[in-house]
Nanobody, 122 residues
C-alpha cells in the first residue's frame, strides 16, 4: 500500500507560481512512477506530468510543458510540481498518484492523494 498526501495549493494571480508537494509513505517508492493530474469542475481528470522515481525520467502534457516542472526528492520520498506562469485555465483540483509504469492514463494509477485546490485568478 502507498499513501500519498498533497500540499501546496492555493490562490494565485495569473502569471504567478505555486509549488505542490506530494509525500509518499507506506512502501518503498523506488519502483513507482509519480504522476500529477488535475480536474476542473465538470471536466474529466487530466494528466499533467509524471516522473519515474528510479531515474527521474519525466513526461509532460503539452499545455504545461515549459511552465511546469516535476521533480522528486528521494531522501524525503516526496515529489514536487513547480508551476510557473500560471493561467486561469490551470484552475483545478490537483492530484498526485502512483503507478508501476510511466503512463498518462488515469486508470493505470493505483494510488491517489486527496487532492489540493489550485485557483488562478485573472
Amino acid at each position: 500500500q502507498v499513501q500519498l498526501v498533497e500540499s501546496g495549493g492555493g490562490l494565485v494571480q495569473a502569471g504567478g507560481s505555486l509549488r505542490l508537494s506530494c509525500g509518499a509513505s507506506g512502501h518503498t517508492f523506488s519502483s513507482y512512477v509519480m504522476g500529477w493530474f488535475r480536474q476542473a469542475p465538470g471536466k474529466e481528470r487530466q494528466f499533467v506530468a509524471a516522473i519515474r522515481w528510479s531515474d527521474a525520467s519525466t513526461y509532460y502534457e503539452h499545455s504545461v510543458k515549459g511552465r511546469f516542472t516535476i521533480s522528486r526528492d528521494n531522501a524525503k520520498n516526496t515529489g514536487y510540481l513547480q508551476m510557473n506562469s500560471l493561467k486561469p485555465e490551470d484552475t483545478a483540483v490537483y492530484y498526485c498518484a502512483a503507478a508501476r509504469a510511466l503512463t498518462v492514463l488515469v486508470e493505470t494509477y493505483d494510488y491517489w492523494g486527496q487532492g489540493t485546490q489550485v485557483t488562478v485568478s485573472s
